[in-house]
């Protein structure tokens, strides 16, 4: 009788275990995004809780900046827009006083060169005397690359770690002591599914953003007693228009192409709005793309050795055109 019992009750856990894997490979199936925002993005915290709240964002002018700004707006928070061309700024901070109960006051264009490292400090320091604080830092600011790994002259090499790391680093630097003085802050960090997964055609853009999550794993963990919050943000192919303004091989070169209308790749305006869930709920470190980029990112996290041995299989070409949207 108790044979029969404990066959019943691991009878019963099996069934239980396999009805939550099922569970959870269907909602995996339908995501475009991994599923602890998915499931914040249902039950977690709305992006209403940042209301209020002092953001600073770099590369607002377009792209995904831009469109954070737009529902970061809408959630009343109150904006420092930075990048290098006011007239955009100006453009969007209009835009941002229609999606969102905002007054002018409520946002600062604060024109900003990231390569420009000596005038973080002064920038701060604008912030904090028109708004008082700094609640969140997003780095959004960079640039993406398309050349083959071999024909990149090495000055591509640093213009691409002077800009997507020790720009961003130099930012942090700068808003990080008030932000430790305040008892608290967040910083958010533009990241890429690039920054997990190394792709052809991108080797000095991949190795920018993986260089990003191992300064920022190790902010997290050392900011956490003074309650400073790190995400770190990984879109997969999203649609802007970053890639005419990508570095080629060629220091100074851009690669100058749109994108075409028919790539499969997440709005910009989706993309944004998770991030904005991601920021919301302070998660650590999201990805955000459609299949099949999302379902190999899972994989690469989880079974390297098979993720590895597929990228190989597929080859240059497969993989070019996968994260290309088509």
Known sequence: MENLDSSCVLCTLLVIVILYISVQIFRLLVADCDLSLQWATRLGRGIGRLRGKVVWITGASSGIGEHLSYELAAAGCRLVLSARRKDELERVKKQCQVSGPLKPEDILVLPLDVLKYNTHSDATETVLKYFGQIDVLVNNAGRTQRAVWEETDLEVDRDMLDLNVLGVLSLTKAVLPHM??????????????????????????????????????SLRSEGYEKNIKVTLLCPGPVFSGILKAAMTSKHGENYGIDMKSDEKRMSTRRCAYLSAVAIANELDEVWIALHPVLGLTYLHQYMPAISKWLMKGFGMKKIKELREGR
């Open 180 to 217: 430790i003085n305040t008892s608290g802050g967040h910083v958010v960090v533009m990241s890429s599914v690039a920054g997990k997964v190394g792709v052809p055609m991108s080797g000095s853009y991949c190795g920018a953003k993986f260089a990003l999550h191992g300064w920022f794993d």
